[in-house]
């Protein structure tokens, strides 16, 4: 009962919410030993007695932010907070299949006489990612037959034969000195510039696949690849290829509280209940106390309650409105520009809806 009285004096002091409260049940999801309390958003208007729920705009924006803590090539680790679950998933669904992208949707085959199936070597081409600002393009129309024009495509060739290599030594067994251009990669893939499009990227940076090392088929000597590939614009909503990110995820924030002082043995047991870095061990007046330094990286893990001496001085939560987004970006765009584009997309879709609203009105 001492260590409870304390951590709640402490509860009451930082603003926290103190366990079993209404407090606790509105911002909180609690893991507990046999299940997980306070999985559902309760705060809607009226439902607790002394609580004004009502949607208020100055309220949402004095309370949300987003905060970027980690951006490195293609990923993106950023805070969402002051959001519901139902907004967080929508930026993450939006991400996965309704942010635009190009990819080859055509192949016309002139020449395969590899062991892979024009329509296998036809799916591989699609699914490699093209490095190319899908915003300077438009959307075809599924109805439009034809090559396309300089606005809605774009083209590359790629044209590769397998040799002999003259030079390589009898006894050589190794593929690549007895051949020349036995492995097609994505490098070999080649641009062919339709109308203006040459004025509209520079040399530097043509559009091109994201990486120039994935393999597309192995040949051997006689054996040749001639194909035409047509690029349009389009959402992973349609098709997979068209996605943008590899991966878009999110989580809410872990919230590890010490109800009591954790002192000696039972602290190095519960720093290895928990992920490195997590909890931290200190000598304090020649006592070794545990603490918590890092509740950010913990992966919510239930080894805590496997322990009868440690499982009730520990309490685990997750903080209800704090979304800790992950995206990795495919190459296309980088991550930050992806994000400010699902937001666009949401924007776009608010405005559908609210003109639908004032149309149902006026009839």
Same mark, same amino acid.
């Given at each position: ?267 190095? #047991?519960?720093?290895? !209940? ?7 061990? =200190?000598?304090? +007046?020649?006592? /070794?106390? $545990? *603490? %918590?330094?890092?509740? #950010?990286?913990?992966? !919510? ?7 009868? =001496?440690?499982? +009730?001085?520990? /309490?685990? $939560? *997750? %903080? ?15 991550? =930050? ?25 006026? =009839?």
């Amino acid at each position: 009962m001492l260590c409870l009285h304390v951590w709640l004096l402490g509860e009451r002091e930082s603003g926290m919410a103190v366990p079993g409260s209404v407090q606790e049940m509105r911002e909180r999801v609690v893991l507990g030993e046999f299940g997980i309390r306070n999985v559902h958003t309760t705060d809607f208007p009226g439902n607790y007695m002394g609580y004004n729920d009502t949607w208020n705009y100055g309220r949402f924006e004095n309370n949300f932010r987003i905060d970027i803590v980690k951006m490195e090539g293609d990923t993106l680790e950023f805070d969402m907070v002051g959001i519901d679950a139902a907004i967080a998933n929508a930026f993450r669904r939006i991400l996965l299949a309704e942010v635009p992208t190009m990819a080859v949707e055509k192949v016309y085959v002139y020449n395969n006489t590899s062991i892979i199936q024009d329509e296998i070597l036809a799916h591989r081409l699609g699914l490699i990612p093209i490095r190319v600002d899908p915003r300077l393009f438009e959307y075809r129309s599924a109805a439009e037959e034809g090559e396309g024009t300089e606005i809605d495509t774009l083209q590359f060739e790629l044209n590769v034969k397998c040799t002999r290599n003259p030079r390589a030594s009898k006894d050589c067994s190794d593929p690549n000195e007895l051949y020349l251009n036995h492995k097609v990669y994505t490098s070999h893939m080649k641009w062919l510039p339709q109308g203006n499009q040459s004025d509209l990227f520079p040399e530097t940076d043509p559009p091109r696949p994201v990486h120039g090392d994935i393999l597309i088929a192995q040949l051997r000597p006689g054996q040749e690849i001639s194909v035409i590939m047509h690029c349009v614009k389009g959402i992973g909503k349609d098709h997979a290829k068209f996605s943008p990110v590899a991966t878009a995820s999110y989580r809410l924030l872990p919230e590890i509280t010490l109800l009591c002082p954790i002192e000696g043995e039972l602290a190095d #047991r519960l720093q290895r !209940c928990f992920s490195p870095g997590v909890i931290g061990v =200190d000598e304090v +007046d020649g006592k /070794r106390v $545990a *603490r %918590v330094i890092n509740a #950010r990286t913990d992966t !919510c893990g239930r080894e805590i309650f496997r322990h009868d =001496d440690l499982k +009730d001085l520990v /309490r685990m $939560a *997750r %903080v209800r409105d704090y979304y800790i987004f992950s995206v990795e970006s495919t190459g296309i765009l980088p991550p =930050d520009i992806l994000v400010s584009e699902a937001i666009k997309v949401l924007m776009g879709k608010c405005r559908r809806f609210l003109d639908e609203l004032d149309t149902s009105q006026m =009839d």
